[in-house]
Nanobody
Framework: QVQLVESGGGLVQPGGSLRLSCAAS????????MAWYRQAPGKQREFVAR???????DYADSVKGRFSISRDNAKNTGYLQMNSLEPEDTAVYYC??????????????WGQGTQVTVSS
């Protein structure tokens, strides 16, 4: 099994910054991609950013130029640096990882989420 634990959420003023972390542990052979999604109250979960094991990145239009995704393959940890935060960024942020376990079976797992609130 694979476990993902997010951290780094909190309350920040508009224009501020936060850095989220996602630590993966368990029977991991390889993580092919890590991604961040978010879900605001009353809305569906939406894609935010993704990074592959080779470092290729993809972002939602709403966060391009403000958010930056990265990962430390040696630590099986992903990061989401969020700058110039806006009230519209308020949501629960979820980490997702896909890859192979040590039993050579595929996995796709989610973390429990971390709350980000942007408010003055």
């Amino acid at each position: 099994q694979v476990q993902l634990v997010e951290s780094g959420g909190g309350l920040v003023q508009p224009g501020g910054s936060l850095r989220l972390s996602c630590a993966a542990s368990g029977s991991i052979l390889h993580i092919s991609a890590m991604a961040w999604y978010r879900q605001a109250p009353g809305k569906q979960r939406e894609f935010v950013a993704r990074i592959t094991s080779r470092g290729s990145t993809d972002y939602a239009d709403s966060v391009k130029g403000r958010f930056s995704i990265s990962r430390d393959n040696a630590k099986n940890t992903g990061y989401l640096q969020m700058n110039s935060l806006e009230p519209e960024d308020t949501a629960v942020y979820y980490c997702n990882a896909v890859g192979l376990t040590t039993r050579d079976t595929p996995f796709s797992d989610w973390g429990q989420g971390t709350q980000v609130t942007v408010s003055s």
